[in-house]
């Protein structure tokens, strides 16, 4: 199914994990890899191509998946003459494209590039948001930075609790940033029984000098470091 200009209607998928990772897969038998993409068939919508494709290439099924954005219009991109069957050439000028944003609700193990009998992908791995465009098919690249760049804006927030632990900082440090201020709520819960305000029984009084507090060694690193 072609348009009056020769561009055949497809969708393109970019799947995010939690980490806000993309899905990369490896074209099987090549060296070149890519998003998941398909063609439209006729008396369907580009939603229902890109679920169908999605289940066709990677395995996955609506309930895995949240939509969380697409283009806006086409994206379209030329194929040489050299990658065109023959009885085509003349009429058939290349793609255009609407892509998809999703993230993936499910787990890794839903994936499943032997889904149907003529796979896409033979290897696959959770890359970077902005991926390297050298190993993409040369006339696909510009419409790979089209949507990357028009989705980018709607990526999700990630998650930065726990941002002390995960880079590593000592305990000194951490508690200096999550100390509570006077007049606040507490940066973290306390245990029952327990209050941010000193102790009666041992707080120096007017008439007696403070005694110097002992220092308690710094606490080493908790070893743990922003996931990669």
């Known amino acids: 199914m072609l348009d009056r200009d020769g561009f055949r209607p497809n969708v393109g998928i970019v799947l995010l994990n939690q980490k806000n990772q993309v899905f990369w897969g490896k074209r099987i038998r090549t060296h070149s890899w890519q998003f998941p993409q398909g063609g439209i068939d006729r008396g369907e919508t580009p939603e229902q191509a890109m679920y169908r494709e999605l289940h066709e290439e990677v395995g996955l099924l609506p309930e895995h998946v949240r939509i969380v954005a697409r283009t806006r219009d086409w994206l379209r991109y030329e ?19 609407i892509w998809y944003l999703l993230q993936l609700v499910g787990h890794d193990w839903d994936l499943n590039l032997r889904a149907t009998d003529h796979p896409e992908f033979d290897a696959w791995r959770w890359h970077d948001y902005w991926v390297p465009l050298d190993v993409v098919v040369e006339f696909k690249r510009g419409v790979y930075e089209m949507a990357l760049t028009e989705l980018a804006r709607f990526l999700p927030r990630l998650d930065t609790r726990n941002r002390f632990l995960r880079s590593g900082m000592r305990g000194r440090e951490a508690e200096r940033h999550t100390a509570p201020i006077a007049g606040s709520e507490p940066a973290f819960e306390l245990p029952p029984g327990a209050t941010f305000d000193p102790d009666p029984n041992t707080a120096p009084t007017a008439n007696a000098p403070a005694s110097s507090p002992s220092v308690p060694p710094s606490p080493t690193p908790d070893g743990l470091h922003a996931p990669r």
């Open 79 to 97: 194929v040489p003459d050299r990658f065109i069957r023959r009885d085509a050439r003349g009429h058939y000028k290349g793609q255009k494209q």
